[in-house]
C-alpha cells in the first residue's frame, strides 16, 4: 500500500532486456529508518533492482516513488542522486593512495560539487562529521593512513563512509561481506544497524549467517519478483525460497 511517507515505494515494475524479464511485476516497499536485506539466486534481478531505483535503468512499466512523492521514473542518475540515493557496489573504490581521513575529506567536497580537491578548507562542523564518520566505519585509528594499506573489509567501511559523507537519505549496499573475515562480517551487521538509525538501508547479501545477525526483514526475489517476504525464519522455511534458492 502506498504512503506519503515511505521512503522507497516500488509496485509493479517490470523491465525486459531482448524480451527476457528481468523484474517481473515487482514490488517493494521501504520505511525511513529502515534497514532491509535481499536475497535470492544468480539472476534474480537484484542488481536491476538497484539498477532502476538509481534511475540506470528505465522501467517498461510499474511506479518506482522516492521519500513519498518523488517520481525516480522521471529523474535521471545525477538528479537521484542529488535527491539522496547512494549505491555501494560490491568492489570497494576508494582512492588507495589517499589517506582515510582524505578519501572522506574528498567525499565530503564531493557533496559540494567540488571535485577531487583537498584545497577546501573545512569547517569545525565538516571536520566533527568527519570524526564521527570515522567513528561508525571503525576508522578512527587509522585515519591518517593510506587507504592502500588497510584491509579489504576496512575499504568496504571506508566507502560506505564516504557514502554516508553524502548524506543519503536511502543507501542501498550490494554484497558488502563478500571476502571479509568472520569478525568484519559480524562487525558490518553492527555498523549496518548503527548507520539504519539514521536513514533508510537497504542490503543485497548472500550470506546467511549475516542476514540473520542483521536480523531484519527480508525479501528473496526470483525470475524478477518477490518470492517471499518477512523474518529470515519466515523466508528460510518456505517452500519456494528452499526450492528456487536455499536447497541449490
Ligand atoms: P541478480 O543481480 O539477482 O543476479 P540481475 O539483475 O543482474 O540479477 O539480472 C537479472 C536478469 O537480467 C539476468 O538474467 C541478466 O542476465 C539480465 N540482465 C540484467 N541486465 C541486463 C542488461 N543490461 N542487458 C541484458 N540482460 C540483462
Redesign the pocket.
Known amino acids: 500500500e502506498k504512503k506519503p511517507t515511505s521512503i522507497l515505494y516500488l509496485d509493479g515494475v517490470s523491465v525486459s532486456?531482448?524480451g527476457?524479464k528481468?523484474?517481473n511485476s515487482l514490488s517493494f516497499v521501504v520505511e525511513p529508518g529502515e534497514l532491509r536485506a535481499i536475497i535470492?539466486?544468480?539472476?534474480?534481478?537484484?542488481?536491476?533492482?538497484?539498477?532502476i531505483i538509481t534511475g540506470k535503468?528505465r522501467p517498461d512499466e510499474g511506479e518506482v516513488f522516492f521519500n513519498g512523492e518523488v517520481d525516480l521514473t522521471k529523474k535521471d542518475e545525477a538528479e537521484i542522486a542529488e535527491l539522496g540515493i547512494g549505491r555501494k557496489f560490491q568492489k570497494p573504490t576508494v582512492f588507495e593512495s589517499h589517506t582515510v581521513w582524505d578519501n572522506l575529506e574528498l567525499a565530503l567536497n564531493r557533496k559540494r560539487g567540488v571535485f577531487a580537491t583537498l584545497f577546501y578548507r573545512l569547517s569545525v562542523e565538516d571536520k566533527a562529521r568527519i570524526e564521527e564518520i570515522l567513528e561508525t566505519i571503525r576508522l578512527t585509528g587509522r585515519k591518517d593512513d593510506v587507504a592502500a594499506n588497510l584491509s579489504h573489509g576496512q575499504k568496504q567501511w571506508l566507502e560506505i563512509g564516504m557514502l554516508l559523507a553524502q548524506e543519503p537519505k536511502l543507501l542501498l549496499v550490494d554484497e558488502p561481506v563478500a571476502g571479509m573475515t568472520d569478525a568484519e562480517t559480524a562487525e558490518t551487521a553492527i555498523l549496518l544497524k548503527q548507520i539504519a538509525k539514521t536513514r533508510s538501508v537497504v542490503v543485497?547479501e548472500h550470506d546467511m549467517g549475516f542476514i540473520r545477525d542483521l536480523g531484519v526483514k527480508v525479501t528473496c526475489?526470483a525470475e524478477?519478483s518477490v518470492l517471499a517476504e518477512g523474518s529470515i525464519d519466515f523466508v528460510s522455511n518456505d517452500q519456494k525460497v528452499i526450492e528456487n534458492y536455499l536447497g541449490r
Open positions: 532486456f531482448d527476457f528481468a523484474l535470492g539466486p544468480n539472476g534474480a534481478g537484484k542488481t536491476t533492482m538497484m539498477d535503468t543485497v526475489l524478477g
